[in-house]
């Protein structure tokens, strides 16, 4: 059975750092390339980027790029998405999805991430 | 970018009806349309890939059809547990995947 388990749920505080996780089981790791969806509160989905487990190849969305970063350990198939520098603005919930064909058939239980002073 | 509408933005309908909701993109994506579920507190889920295909464990009352600019998601049959936001998602090279702003439907 195919399966993406995020990590838990995240309170911050503006400027802090933060990394979190989805871990894969039920198929190759190395086999589809896996990206991260954000919803903010209330709205729709927006897809960030995704990266390729097997040589960490990554790609992002323009208004993604150098805000976050990607990154696969294929030793623990697991998948990154981390700030250096949080926002108020950073605050959603955050899924990681697995790509098949031109879509995302399989999707983490999402993280909600909480940026507050 | 190519920029996704759907329509309506949010419906009401009573169980048993035919839904339909339409997306449309601003430019020719040929069938790279995809449609997802979303119930309230949960992941979206996968239902429509390819503007007209039904992914493995789909209930058969949903489907979609569509090319170029213009796709159509249907409900043949309205359940109680429909009851969910809707989203078209296409592919374009750059900048990558967009979903359109998502149809609510209630009951």
């Known amino acids: 059975e195919v399966q993406l388990v995020q990590s838990g749920a995240e309170v911050k505080k503006p400027g802090e750092s933060l990394k979190i996780s989805c871990k894969v089981s039920?198929?190759?790791?190395?086999?589809?390339?896996i990206g991260w969806v954000r919803q903010m509160p209330g709205k729709g989905l927006e897809w960030m980027g995704l990266v390729f487990p097997t040589n960490s190849d990554t790609k992002y969305r323009a208004s993604f790029q150098g805000q976050v970063t990607i990154s696969a350990d294929k030793s623990i198939s697991t998948v990154y998405l981390q700030w250096s520098s949080l926002k108020a603005s950073d605050t959603a919930m955050y899924y990681c999805v697995r790509h098949a064909r031109h879509d995302f058939d399989f999707w983490g239980q999402g993280t909600l991430v909480t940026v507050s002073s | 970018d190519i920029q996704m509408t759907q329509s309506p933005s949010s419906l009401s309908a009573s169980v048993g009806d035919r839904v339909t909701i339409t997306c449309q993109a601003s430019?020719?994506?040929?069938?790279?349309l995809n449609w997802y579920q979303q119930k309230p507190g949960k992941a979206p889920k996968l239902l429509i890939y390819?503007?007209?295909n039904l992914e493995a464990g789909v209930p058969s009352r949903f489907s979609g059809s569509g090319s170029g600019t213009d796709f159509t998601f249907t409900i043949s049959s309205l359940q109680p547990e429909d009851i969910a936001t809707y989203y078209c998602?296409?592919?374009?090279?750059?900048?990558?995947?967009?979903f359109g702003p998502g149809t609510k439907v209630d009951i």
């Open positions: 390819d503007a007209s």
């Open positions: 430019q020719d994506i040929s069938n790279y």
């Open positions: 039920g198929y190759n790791f190395a086999s589809y390339w």
């Open positions: 998602q296409q592919y374009d090279n750059l900048p990558g995947f967009t």
